[in-house]
């Protein structure tokens, strides 16, 4: 492909299981070297998704180009280029990081010494060099997520594929893996990461898809998905109660505000802005020419919760089918 290259197309794909469709005519591209989001609720699909890249699954319909290698013709090219952190992952609990990161390095062909050399230097990239002789039985779960990605690294992977890679972390293991995905990305690894975690796609990826039921119901960057559903509110509080329709009047007549809401009540007004410094400064302004006094003001961006909830009309589809 000239000009930019995609690391994976994925174009139409389908896969069902009974009268499922796990997949439903599912589209994405993600450009080399970036982190691309995949976000969506339980049973969306993702792991279908990860796992027909990743050759695990047949395709059914549809066509998938992982490294530029169609997936169905060519699955043993296709794994020689990629890494795969599953949602289970296999390792063997006796066994210390070290041992295990040899024992896929042997498993990889790597030989004696390559595979030592190639856990030595993982363990030390993700912290794990004190704790390597350690069963992994013995490991926290920030640690065994650590050592499941230095397992998927083994072989350089161009391609990583990440399943869900902080489920059930605390926040401090949930942190401790973000900063091991960050410090991949610099070396031009592609990463395609699934998570149900709004924070996490937000953190990591560079863009985001949306998916539920099998398929992309929106996708773009964490800011512009945030746009799609409305954008900033600005939200004004007013001192005095009786000031609150003055106020409402005065953010009505500012242009880039769009309708205004009101607190029946309260003493709040907040209304859509488009352009969130530009409408913060005439506010401001405006109501302090027009004599009123303020309590607090804030412009809110929705979080990506909100745009998901709004997205797929908070109401998954998963098991009802
Ligand atoms: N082996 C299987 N047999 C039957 N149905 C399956 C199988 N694997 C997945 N499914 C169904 O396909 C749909 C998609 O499942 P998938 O595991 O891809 O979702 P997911 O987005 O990874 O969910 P989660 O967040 O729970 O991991 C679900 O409805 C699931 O029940
Ligand atoms: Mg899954």
Known sequence: MAGREQAIIAEGLRKTYG??????????TVPSGTVHGVLGPNGAGKTTFVRTLATLLRVEGGRAQVAG??????????????????????????????????????????????AAARAGELLERFGLADTGRKPVKAYSGGM????????????????????????????????????????????????????????????????????DSGRVIADGTADELKAKVGGDRIEVVVHDAGQVAAAAAVLAGIPGVGAVDRDEDGRRVSAPVADRMGALTRVVRTLEDAGIEVEDLAVRRPTLDEVFMQLTGGDHEEESA
């Open 19 to 28: 009268a499922k469709k796990a997949l439903n005519g599912l589209n994405m």
């Open 69 to 114: 290698i169609d997936v169905a013709r060519h699955p043993d090219e296709v794994r020689r280029r990629i890494g795969l952190l599953g949602q289970a992952a296999a390792l063997d609990e006796d066994l210390s990081g070290r041992q295990n990161l040899e024992l896929f390095g042997r498993l990889h062909h790597l030989g004696a010494r390559r």
């Open 144 to 211: 065994r997520r650590r050592l499941d990605l230095a397992v998927s690294l083994i072989i350089h992977p161009q391609i990583l594929f990440l399943d869900e890679p902080t489920a059930g972390l605390d926040p401090r293991g949930r942190t401790e893996v973000w900063n091991a995905v960050r410090s991949l990305v610099g070396g031009g690894t592609t990463v395609l990461l699934t998570t149900q975690y709004l924070e996490e796609a937000d953190q990591l990826a560079d863009r985001i898809s949306l998916i």
